[in-house]
Each structure stands twice: as C-alpha cells, then as structure tokens.
C-alpha cells in the first residue's frame, strides 16, 4: 500500500476549518468525490451532496436505509445451498432537485461563469451550505445560496433553504422544484456523465433492466406533491412527499404537475434587483416492507403537517441541538494539528450521519452516502462501528444488536442450509439472507458469527446492560456457540486438539482454509463468552435463564461441551519463525513480490484472478493482526511485535479496513512512524479519494476504525471482559489527546499529554480504571492525573518488506521464493492495447 505521510488535500480548494469540510474553489472532474464527502444523512435518509439544480452530477443518489429491490442469482453452475436472491439498495425518488433559470437561461453549475464559489459541510450545525455568484450570459449577476438538511431529530424530514438575489437588475424568474424518479426515469440532461463508471469493479451495486419502482399514489394541492410505489419483486413499498413555502417582496405566481415518475412546482418570478427570493422545500419519505403506498402517503401529509406548524428555522435549531448532544459525547481534540483535527471530525461526523437514525435498520458499508456494495450490511458493523457507537451511543448499539437478533431465525435456517446446527449469520445482505453469489469469499466468512458475539459481549460488559441478554441476547450467544461446537472437528495427534476447517478469514486474498487464526481465536471467544453469560444469567436472573433453557432446548452437557472446545481450540504457531500462521497451510506457499508490483497492477482483486491470489502470500487486510487487537490479552508483547512485522510485509491494504488495525498494533508495538503513516492513509481515505472509489460512497467502517485508531491506538484503551485499562502511544509531534468513553452510565472524559495523562467523570458516578497494570480509582468530584514515564517503546528500524522476507528457510529446510504471475495479465494489457 502506499501510505501517506502528510495532508494529502489541495488547501487552496479545500481550507483548514476544525469544525467544518470548505470548498472555496469549484472544480470538475471529481463530482462522484464531492458528492460524497458532502452528502447529507441521518442512518435512515441520505442525500448525496449533488447540485441542487440536478445537472453536472456523477450519481444523483437519495437513499433509505434498507430499502431495497430482490433479485434472482443466476450461478453460471449450480450447487446446493448456494445464495439464491440477491438485494440491491434503490436511488429512490429525488426530491433534491430544484432547477433555476434566470430570462429563461438555466443554471447549470458546470457551465455557469461562476464569480465565487464556497459550498460548507457544518459538523456542529448538520448542514451542507453553498454560495455561489454566477454572471449570466446577459452579464447579470445572480446570488443563489442554499442549506440542505437531513433532520436528526426526525429521521422522516428534510429541508431545503434555497434562495436567490439578482444583485445588479432585475430579472425574470423561473424555479422549478421537483420530485423525480431517477432510478427508472433517469435524466436526460445527465446523459453520458458517468460513461466511466461501467468499468469492472465487484465493490459497486448492481444495476437493474427492468423497472424497479412500480407507480401506485401521485397526488398534488397546493403548494405539497406526494408520489408513492412499490417495488416490482421485494415488494417494498415507499412515499415521498415535498412542502413549498415562498418568501419574497417580488410578485410572483406557481403552478404545478404530477405524473407517475416527476412532480414539479413551478414558481415565476418577477425578481427586483436585490430583492430575494426564498423558497423552502420540506421533504419527507416513509417506507415500508409491505404497508400500502396509500398509507405511507398519508403519513408523509402528517409528517409535513407536523413541520408546517413551526417556523422553518425551528429544524435547523432542533439539528444543532442534536448534535451539541452528540459532540458532547464523541469529540476527539487532537492538540496542535488543525488539519488532522478536521479530517478527525469529518469522520466522527460520518458516523453520527451512518448511524444516528438506523432505529432498527443496519448499518450499511456506505451508510446512506452512495450505492456502493449494493446498500449491504457486512461484519464491518460489529468490528468497526459498534465500537465507537458502545462506547459513546450505547441505546444506537443496543439498536443495532437488536437488528441483528431480528435476524437469528433466518440466521438458524442458513446454518441448516449448511448442515450445522445453531446460527449462521449472513456475511453481506439486506433482508437477512446470504446475498454473495461468491461463496469463498462470502459465506465461508463464518468468522461474523464471533464478530457479532464479540460486539454484544463487548456492549453488554461496557453497559452492564444484562437485559438485553435477557430478553433474547443470550440466543445469539448460544446458537453461534452451537455453530461453532458443531462445525470444529476433535483430532488427536498426542492431545486432544480442537479444529474448524474449509473457512475463510478476513483476508479476501486467502480463502476456504483449515484453522484460520483470526476465526478460530474469535471462535474461542465467542464459545467462552456463551458460558459465561449462561451461567451468568443463572446466578443473576433465573427467571431468564430458565426461559432461555426451555426456548433453547439448552442442557449442562452442551455448555460444557463448548468451555472444553475453547480450551482445546487449535491455534496454529509456528515455532520455527516465532509466528503464528494465518492458517493452517499459509507458510507452505510462496510470496507475492509486492515490493516488485507495479501500482498499476492495484488492487489485485481488479487485475488478477482469484485462483492466482490464492496461490501465494499476500493478505487483501489485517487478519492475524486484527486478531492481536481485538483479542489482544491472549498474545504476548513479543508475539504481537513478530506478527505485526511479518504480515505487514504481506499486507496490500487493498481493503480499507486493514489500515485503521495496522495503525493501532504498529502503536502498541512500537513502530511509531508506520502507525502514523496508516493513519493518515486511512483518515483521508475519502477525503482524497485514496482508494479511488469514494464515489460509491463513504468507507463507514473505516470511519468507526478512525475513532478505534485514537482511542485504541494512541490513546491505548482496551477493555477486556469489563476492565478498562491505557498504555498509551501519544505522538510524539502531538500535543495532546482528549476523548470520551461512556462506561456503565458515567461519562470519562480522557486527557493525554505526553507526561501524564488526567481522567475526570463529566457525568454519573466514579469508575474504576487501570494504567500499565496500576489500578486508577476515578471519583466524581474531581480530575485524577497520573503521570506517565513515556509513551510507549519507539522502534526506528523500518519494517521488513517482502524483499526481506524473501530467500528464508523453512522448518523443513525449503527455501521462500517472492515472485508477481505477470504473463498473463500483460498479455492482457497488450491485448486490450491492440484492440
């Protein structure tokens, strides 16, 4: 991977404001970027950050969490148990869109002599605001500024505040405001914008032939339209509905039109000059899995009856309260770095927006910025996001495992599907059901069923909210233990060892393999974990655990059945190299040179096929190392240090979830200058487009990894089985680190220096935490510093690449060679260049 090691944005285009993303200079050719890193969302609603006259865009995307279209898989082979119905979010229908036109000559910001231009993303506010001076073909200048909000008060509410002033002469004015139906309409004035885009690449959404959205209501009065449909085979239903409220001293008109796919009210306006013109676009959708349209539409005329009572400022003030709230509790001050700093609140921003409002949805891997991976939910939710959301949201993460226990009945039919007894999570969908149509790389990640166990132990024991183990948690608990019981295989080879084999990792590069580290480590958690709370829920609520026995069928022989599986689970060491293997058979292959491999060969996943990456050493992301940091108190120092260095080597952070982890073991281990190198390359992994497919939308997990990056990372907090403890790696041109954790109700607020580092409870009673093995008892009334003799060991050696490990012996004396399967993708090349 090639990391960066300073701000990579243009700062003329792109000013330094902690508090806010500026864009002072507008530019083409990056509109996919923009619109993303300027989208507007609440969990359950988004809005890309497109023009808001709906011309010159990339991909006009508004998106609803969840909602989307099915689809048959069609496997080329067919075999038993293979995903069969695939699940695509929908562009739903845009109500963004707002056309201006000026003695009838169109605004359109791509074409437009435009005077100046600054268009703000307020992470204290929650809006988007443009301002932008165009001059007309006539020589008029006209003012037109903007606010786009996406309510995180009432995730069904939206507010547009768009207003323009002829600055110099009076003028006639045209503004149409529309609701249009671009996933099956498109738009004829967006034609050819996105010829690009049809390149291969597996990460983006699917698209759909046949029409998607199935028109039922389309009704207009007065100044409000609302359309509503439902989709042609999932048979979800949605309604859209937009209010109009003019204000203006000029004389003006409207009329208004409705089809099936495009609303439009139009006002004419005879503009003075320097006399403005408001207009404000209320905005509501509702959606459904099967209530009809009709009814979602009478719920958006109340939605839009509720907001009509207050005056339109009142959202905006309801949206900055909101995220007072929320700052409150989330911040992350990083001292004397104003660039990062931003880039830092950008991100934490990115999580409030992905997750404010899923209120019983998922968290999507875009969240709702873009279509990219087809709207799916993946593990990346409990590793990434669940984190950040227990330690500062906890009733957001209680949310989000409540989705996923919604979701363990469909979970048991799967794993009967495969044979095995308990649950088997999806590893991408929408609905519940496995949608990978690519099983080696998707449903053999059974690793999400300890993922999940691994997020709701770590909420339950950092919340202490032992209800929602009794009121169905434990299930999950017990059937993925029940999984992982029945998928190992008992093998004697001197003593009883405990395997899983014909799995696959988190590293996409390395599939369907024996004895996984980072699973069957995970797995060991996951089966100690539904002991523990078993009995757990026996000695402290036995009235559940009775009900949980008699609605589980659970029995002692099978709990003690998974403790001695935990013992005794195979966790592969190689005692020649001092590391642990990432599998079974992964120290028998060769490596791939990637020191030799041209950057235009990157990501492999784009240029070579799978059976090639498979062959060799080469990791898509961190696996062994994501293992040393979520189950870090089972390795020691020295291990943790051989293993980060080894598979560094191999890493080629094809995948933005590696960086973030590499970050937070290069800190603990030592290697200080690497850890800041895969920070900054994840921090600004959207902001500067790094992996070149931000247009599909935000890197969510990588944005909850951000958060992990500075408290776990720098700020070394870990908190194994309810024990909060720091060994902390403050950087050394940084002044400080403040954060906050919520613990058991209480907030702690945490300020890192580089001689000391001060707790102080900000709300709710004392907490008892540790540094470096020292117990630290935090009261309520008062700060408690301790002093810090460093910050950790500073390794300045680089880390060894594959050149270095090249030319080793192994165990039985055979030699690694490092080589790139170069024929045949230059054939390819040459090919495509003849062609």
């Known amino acids: 991977m090639n990391h960066i090691t300073s701000d990579p944005l243009d700062r003329h285009r792109f000013p330094v404001d902690e508090w806010a993303l ?91 002599d435009i005077l100046r231009h600054c268009r703000r993303l307020d992470f204290q506010d929650g809006v988007l605001s443009r301002e932008v001076e165009w001059r007309t073909p006539s020589g008029k200048r006209v003012l037109v500024t903007s606010r786009r909000l996406v309510s995180l008060e009432d995730r069904h509410l939206a507010v547009i505040d768009y207003e323009v002033t002829v600055l110099d002469a009076d003028a006639s004015l045209l503004i149409s405001s529309q609701i249009l139906n671009r996933q099956d309409m498109g738009d004829e004035y967006h034609a050819g914008m996105r010829a690009a885009a049809d390149a291969f690449d597996p990460r983006r959404a699917e698209s759909f032939e046949e029409r998607v ?106 949206q900055r309260a909101w995220l007072d709230d929320y700052w409150a509790r989330t911040d992350v001050v990083v001292g004397g770095q104003p660039e990062i700093q931003q880039a830092v609140r950008w991100n934490l921003f990115q999580l409030a927006q992905a997750t404010a409002r899923t209120d019983g949805q998922g968290i999507a891997a ?55 007894r308990g649950a088997l999570f999806p590893w991408r969908t929408i609905n519940g059901l496995e949608s990978s149509a690519y099983y080696a790389a998707g449903t053999a990640q059974y690793h999400i069923d300890a993922d999940i166990s691994h997020a709701l132990s770590q909420y339950v024991q950092a919340t202490g909210d032992l209800d929602f183990m009794e009121r169905g948690g434990v299930d999950i608990l017990v059937e993925t233990a029940r999984l992982w019981a029945d998928l190992g295989f008992w093998r004697s080879n001197g003593d009883q060892r405990f395997h899983i084999d014909g799995v696959t990792g988190p590293d996409e590069y390395t599939t369907v393999v024996d004895d996984n580290l980072y699973t069957n480590v995970m797995a060991r958690a996951n089966l100690r974990a539904a002991v523990r709370y078993v009995a757990r829920l026996a000695e402290e609520s036995p009235v559940a655990h009775e009900r949980m026995v008699a609605r589980l069928g659970l029995d002692d022989d099978e709990i003690v059945g998974w403790q001695l599986a935990a013992e005794a689970m195979e966790i592969p060491y190689d005692e020649h190299r001092g590391i642990h293997p990432q599998d079974a058979q992964f120290l028998d292959k060769e490596l791939w040179d990637l020191d030799a491999t041209p950057a235009n060969k990157r990501p492999l996943l784009l240029h070579y096929h799978p059976l090639v990456i498979y062959r060799f050493q080469v990791l898509k992301q961190a696996d062994v190392v994501l293992a040393l940091f979520l189950q870090g108190d089972e390795f020691t120092a020295e291990q943790k240090l051989r293993d ?83 060994d902390p790696r403050l950087p050394a041109d940084w002044e400080e680190l403040t954060f906050r954790l919520t613990v058991k109700g209480s907030r702690l607020r945490v300020e890192l220096a580089a001689d000391e580092i001060v707790f102080t409870v900000e709300d709710g009673e004392g907490l008892t935490v540790s540094v470096r093995g020292e117990t630290v008892e935090v009261p309520s009334d008062r700060p408690v510093r301790v002093a810090l003799d460093d910050q950790g060991p500073r390794i300045t050696t680089r880390v060894p690449t594959t050149s270095d490990l090249r030319g080793l012996v192994r165990a039985d004396g055979s030699v690694i060679t490092a080589s790139i399967p170069t024929i045949s993708a230059d054939r390819h090349d040459d090919d495509e260049a003849a062609s």
């Open 644 to 726: 980060f260095e080894y598979y560094d080597a191999l890493t080629t952070g094809d995948s933005t979830l590696s960086g973030v982890v590499q970050s937070i073991i290069a800190a603990e281990v030592g290697h200080h200058q690497l850890s800041m190198q895969y920070f900054l390359s994840s921090l600004y992994v959207d902001l500067a487009d790094l992996h070149r497919n931000t247009a599909d939308g935000v890197h969510v997990a990588s944005t909850g990894g951000i958060w992990s990056a500075l408290v776990n990372g720098y700020g070394g907090m870990r908190d194994y089985l309810g024990g909060i403890s720091f």
């Open 366 to 420: 875009k969240g709702v910025t873009g279509s990219g991976y087809g709207g799916h939910y993946f593990w990346d939710t409990e590793i990434y996001v669940l984190p950040f959301l227990t330690y500062t949201a906890p009733n957001v993460a209680r949310n989000a495992l409540r989705f996923r226990l919604g979701m363990l009945d469909a979970a048991r039919d799967r794993a009967g599907e495969l044979n095995q």
């Open 213 to 318: 959205l199935q028109p039922v209501v389309a009704r207009n009065g007065g100044a409000r339209a609302v359309l509503g449909y439902r989709t042609t085979n999932s048979g979800m239903t949605i309604a859209v509905g937009a209010d109009h409220l003019m204000e203006t001293d000029n004389e003006w008109d409207e009329s208004s039109s409705i089809d099936d796919d495009l609303s439009k009210h139009v006002y004419r306006v005879r503009a003075k000059a320097g006399v403005p013109v408001r207009m404000i676009k209320t905005v509501t959708y509702h959606t459904s899995r099967g209530v009809p349209p009709r009814e979602l539409a009478d719920r958006c005329d109340r939605t839009l009856d509720r907001a009509a009572e207050e005056p339109p400022q009142a959202m905006f003030d309801k």
């Open 22 to 112: 500026v864009e002072d200079e507008y530019a083409q050719g990056d509109e996919g970027v923009t619109e993303t890193i300027f989208a507007v969302g609440n969990g359950y609603l988004g809005l890309r950050g497109n023009p808001d006259e709906g011309r010159g865009g990339h991909s006009f995307g508004t998106y609803v969490n969840g909602f989307h279209e099915t689809w048959p898989i069609r496997h080329a082979e067919e075999a038993f148990g293979f995903a069969r119905v695939g699940q695509t979010i929908v562009n739903v229908p845009d109500a963004k869109v707002i056309r201006l036109y000026v003695d009838d000559e169109p605004f359109v910001l791509f074409e437009a």
